[in-house]
Nanobody, 116 residues
Framework: QVQLVESGGGLVQPGGSLRLSCAASGNFLYSYRMGWYRQAPGKQRELVAQVTSTRNTNYADSVKGRFTISRDNAKNSVYLQMNNLQPEDTAVYYC??????????WGQGTQVTVSS
């Protein structure tokens, strides 16, 4: 069983930055693919960024060049550095740990609001 707790969300002006953190508990976390997803009101949850156990990364086109995902296995944590935030980035951001269909965990989410 893996538990995920997100933090770092909040209200920021357009062009600002936030750093989201996801603290994970459980065994063999280094073997999980970790990711950040987001869900805006009235929209489906979408992938923002992923980092594999071998530290390969993948980003949604809409965030490439602005967001950076990283992981610290020693701290059982994954991070999302978000720069040049725009109103369309407003959403609830969720942390995910995945290692298979039956080994797929989600956090409760953290709200990010970009507004002037």
């Amino acid at each position: 069983q893996v538990q995920l707790v997100e933090s770092g969300g909040g209200l920021v002006q357009p062009g600002g930055s936030l750093r989201l953190s996801c603290a994970a508990s459980g065994n063999f976390l280094y073997s999980y693919r970790m990711g950040w997803y987001r869900q805006a009101p009235g929209k489906q949850r979408e992938l923002v960024a992923q980092v594999t156990s071998t530290r390969n990364t993948n980003y949604a086109d809409s965030v490439k060049g602005r967001f950076t995902i990283s992981r610290d296995n020693a701290k059982n944590s994954v991070y999302l550095q978000m720069n040049n935030l725009q109103p369309e980035d407003t959403a609830v951001y969720y942390c995910n740990a995945f290692r298979g269909i039956r080994d797929d965990y989600w956090g409760q989410g953290t709200q990010v609001t970009v507004s002037s």
